[in-house]
Nanobody
Framework: QVQLLESGGGLVQAGGSLRLSCAAS????????VGWFRQAPGKERDAVAR????????YYADSVKGRFTISRDNAKNTVYLQMNSLKPEDTAVYYC??????????????WGQGTQVTVSS
């Protein structure tokens, strides 16, 4: 089983930046695809960025493309989400998710507890 712990959330003004971290324990994260999801109040939890186990391929939701960057350091068992040019609509709880393949990310994967990101206008 993989335990995931997110960190790096907080309050930032519109146009600012944050970097989220997802640290894994229990198993080697390099064997897993990882995704960052977010859930705003009253809305569904949606994927914003995904990365393959090797880090060779990344995928983004249209709403964050060009602003967010997902990366991983398998030696540190950690995945990151660099968020630039933040907008108030990026406000949400951000969750890390890990699964053996990209297609298994989501409900079938392992979840962290989430970290709150709040963007003020």
């Amino acid at each position: 089983q993989v335990q995931l712990l997110e960190s790096g959330g907080g309050l930032v003004q519109a146009g600012g930046s944050l970097r989220l971290s997802c640290a894994a324990s229990g198993r080697t994260l390099s064997n897993y695809a990882v995704g960052w999801f977010r859930q705003a109040p009253g809305k569904e939890r949606d994927a914003v960025a995904r990365i393959t186990p090797s880090g060779a391929n990344t995928y983004y939701a249209d709403s964050v493309k060009g602003r967010f960057t997902i990366s991983r350091d398998n030696a540190k068992n950690t995945v990151y989400l660099q968020m630039n040019s933040l907008k108030p609509e990026d406000t949400a709880v951000y969750y890390c998710n890990a699964a053996p393949t990209l297609y298994a990310l989501g409900p079938r994967g392992y979840w962290g507890q989430g970290t709150q990101v709040t963007v003020s206008s």
